[in-house]
């Protein structure tokens, strides 16, 4: 059985981001990123300082803690990090479809893996200006194409300001067969401290706001539902 490198295990809670926006969903955090987001909100799962916390376990081992909190009702695991497309989820998402439950994952699209072929979901996310990261599109080009036979592919990106905005038409210009999701980007991303909901809307009433006035009809536009709910709590 592949090793798989946990931050944390959660739910059931309802995805709040994107296509899958409201779904049942447990998710698997993988710990380690080959990337360093300025405005990451899950550190924890990327900062080497937290390298102490995450969990080396074996695959059966988070198949058997993923059917004990579904209490073994069929839903949809979410593979989410860090990158998830650092390890080898072959086993997990084969031992979940024999049971019936369903496989999302969230990357960034720098890492290719043959098991992207066998989601139901691939959300590829790549990242704006404003995360101080530069995107590799012949990386994300090999995502696209090791995905082939996956459910659906979709395309989601965070927008902090005008700039992210025309990087973000600029990237769905370049993949206009790709469903593509909006969302604000959030700097409070404390755990700690209570998210401001007003702020929250306001930003996504900005976003929404730019779209219309620019009469792009292409994405859907929405909030991350779970910060809405329970701000940056982990394990939500
Ligand atoms: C924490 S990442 C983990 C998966 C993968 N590393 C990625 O970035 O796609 C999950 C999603 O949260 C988004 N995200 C991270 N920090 C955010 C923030 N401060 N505001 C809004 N979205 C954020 C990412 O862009 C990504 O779509
Ligand atoms: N409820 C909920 N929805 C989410 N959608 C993407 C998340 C993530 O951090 O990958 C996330 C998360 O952490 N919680
Ligand atoms: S790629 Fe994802 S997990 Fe990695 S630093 Fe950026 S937002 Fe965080
Ligand atoms: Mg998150």
Redesign the pocket.
């Known amino acids: 059985m592949s090793q798989l490198r946990i931050a944390e295990i959660f739910g059931p809670t309802i995805q709040g ?1 994107g296509a899958l926006i409201g779904e049942p969903t447990v998710f698997v955090r993988t710990g380690g ?1 080959d ?1 360093r ?1 300025t ?4 550190l924890h799962a990327v900062d080497t300082a937290y390298r102490q916390t995450w969990a080396v376990m074996p695959t059966d081992a988070v198949w058997q803690e993923v059917q004990r909190l579904s209490k073994g009702n069929p839903l949809t695991v979410s593979l ?4 998830p497309a650092i390890q080898d989820f072959t086993q997990l998402i084969a031992l979940g479809h024999a049971k019936g439950y369903r496989f999302a994952c ?3 699209g720098s890492i290719a893996k043959p098991w992207f072929s066998v989601l139901d979901t691939l959300v590829l ?1 790549p990242k704006p200006p404003s995360s101080g990261e530069t995107v590799d599109w012949t990386a994300f080009n090999a995502c696209l194409q090791a995905a082939t036979g996956a459910g659906k592919i979709v395309m ?1 990106i ?1 927008v902090f300001d005008d700039t992210d905005y025309a990087w973000a038409r600029a990237a769905a210009d370049k993949y206009p067969d790709l469903p593509l999701y909006l ?1 604000p ?3 409070e ?1 404390d755990p700690e401290i209570a998210v401001d909901p007003q702020n929250l809307a306001d930003k996504l009433l900005w976003l929404v706001d730019k779209t219309i006035a620019d009469n792009w009809f292409v994405p859907r536009v929405l909030p ?1 539902l779970h910060v809405l709910l329970w701000g940056n709590k982990r394990g939500v």
């Open positions: 981001e990123c990337y987001c405005w990451c909100d899950s989410s990090g860090g990158n969230e990357t960034q996310s989601k965070v969302q980007g959030n700097l991303v991350q």
